[in-house]
């Protein structure tokens, strides 16, 4: 009798669930053409869907029946079906995608052209990350002729070669693959790109001046090239909805100690992306802006396998997934190091939130004080960089242990960092947007 009752009660509040699905479903018909709001809409929904259940959620572990937890996944299923089919030609929001142009950025940047080509506004090179800005920004216009050789290619520019103070910069042998692509032939840029020679500082401040809606921003390398526009034109905060940035790590310790390259450096809490450019990074970290973080912490557990690659090369199909099947492939080999999914996690969850597990508000703030001892040789060769910094100043050496690293700080900004995600999940989006011999189009 009191199993009875218990299902009783469950399937009332099924069916309430159910008429919250059913409102719900008509608000994201009325707003089929605003896509930009759909995780929001979902995250109305599930609240709605938890609200309801509740009372079975708190019932005992014993009378709980196997299938009713499965309910509010299979709604959020539901409603992902229900959007694709009430909306087929729904335009996605714009994004402009700030990138290094490293290894994990071309599979990235492979990854969204495939989900949303057309959503693609601008493509921003840093040129002081992995790869130098000419080869980078060159090699961006052949991944996406690569990728839908009849698209039409969005503006790529060139951004500088120096971080805003400090000497910091990676390896050059990183830098070297970075420009090469690890050997890949790809399709020659597109001449348009080449010849328009665009800066990316002015190409992002000008794209956000044009927006008709603030835009969203994907950061998968330094963050020098929106420092500078938000310094120079701080009024354009306001045409940035949301920055989603693979970027430092919270908990855990950083990564610019590399075995064979790098061991020597003294810092063992910074992530590369915030350590290449401390200064810049503290500038869009204190901007208040929304930022949304994907750091270490998260990337951290999900490493590249064997068991992934060979799946990846199996299943999926097309010039663009030959290509990263074969990178995969390389950054298999021992001497190539431990390798996860950090930038196409970042990628993905920019376009599917609800995959990150555990999203916390923090207040944080990025280490970029000068050393004390200015003085002696950097850890990397000062003679590369030139004598002065973005202020005019001369360049400093920057905190040797700390520089670049995240610390809690509760006057600093808050941020929503992804401390975890749905590795399994991230990585079947990753295989799953390959499987077809064309990206999708709108």
Same mark, same amino acid.
């Given at each position: 009798m009191l199993l009875d009752s218990h299902r009783s009660s469950t399937a009332i509040e099924a069916q309430l669930c159910m008429q919250n699905w059913q409102h719900m479903t008509v608000k994201i018909r009325q707003k089929s053409a605003m896509t930009n709001r759909i995780p929001t809409l979902i995250g109305q929904l599930a609240q709605a869907c938890r609200d309801a259940t509740m009372p079975f959620l708190n019932m005992p572990r014993a009378l709980k029946r196997p299938s009713s937890p499965a309910l509010l996944p299979m709604l959020l299923m539901s409603l992902a079906v229900n959007v694709s089919v009430a909306s087929p030609a729904a335009k996605a929001a714009p994004w402009i995608i700030d990138t290094d142009m490293g290894t994990d950025d071309w599979i990235a940047l492979l990854f969204f052209a495939r989900q949303q080509r057309e959503s693609i506004t601008a493509i921003t090179v840093s040129g002081n990350g992995l790869s130098h800005c000419q080869a980078g920004r060159d090699n961006a216009a052949s991944l996406l002729r690569l990728s839908d050789p009849n698209a039409p290619m969005p503006p790529i520019g060139c951004g500088s070669n120096q971080p805003l103070d400090g000497f910091a910069s990676y390896p050059q042998p990183w830098r070297r693959g970075s420009d090469q692509m690890m050997g890949q032939t790809l399709p020659a840029p597109a001449k348009a790109v080449v010849d328009a020679d665009l800066d990316s500082t002015a190409l992002l401040a000008l794209t956000l001046r044009q927006a008709k809606e603030p835009m969203r921003i994907l950061t998968i390398g330094t963050m020098s090239n929106l420092a500078s526009v938000l310094t120079a034109e701080p009024a354009l905060k306001s045409k940035i %909805?949301?920055?989603v940035s693979m970027a430092g790590a919270v908990d855990v310790p950083g990564n610019v100690r590399v075995h064979g390259f790098t061991e020597g450096n003294p810092n063992g809490k910074a992530e590369w992306n915030l350590y290449i450019d401390p200064v810049a990074a503290q500038i869009? %970290?204190?901007?208040?802006?929304?930022? +949304?973080?994907?750091?270490?912490?998260?990337?951290?557990k999900v490493p590249l396998t064997r068991a992934f690659v060979d799946r990846f090369h199996r299943e999926t199909v097309g010039a663009d997934a030959n290509v990263v099947?074969?990178? %995969?492939?390389?950054?298999?080999?021992? $001497?190539?190091? $431990?390798? %996860?999914?950090?930038?196409?996690?970042?990628?993905?969850?920019?376009? +599917?939130? $609800?995959?990150c597990q555990r999203l916390e508000r923090r207040n944080l703030r990025v280490m970029a004080s000068a050393d004390p001892d200015q003085r002696s040789q950097p850890f990397e060769a000062a003679s590369k960089q030139p004598v002065l910094n973005w202020q005019g100043q001369p360049r400093r050496i920057l905190d040797r242990k700390a520089a670049g690293a995240l610390i809690n700080d509760s006057r600093s900004h808050p941020v929503q960092a992804c401390l975890k995600a749905d590795g399994a999940a991230v990585e079947e989006t990753l295989i799953q947007a390959f499987t077809s011999k064309t990206p999708a189009r709108p």
């Open positions: %909805f949301e920055v869009v %970290f204190s901007a208040g802006l929304p930022i +949304r973080l994907v750091p270490l912490d998260a990337t951290n099947s074969n990178w %995969f492939a390389q950054l298999l080999k021992p $001497e190539m190091g $431990e390798y %996860f999914h950090w930038d196409p996690m970042a990628a993905v969850l920019a376009l +599917r939130p $609800e995959l």
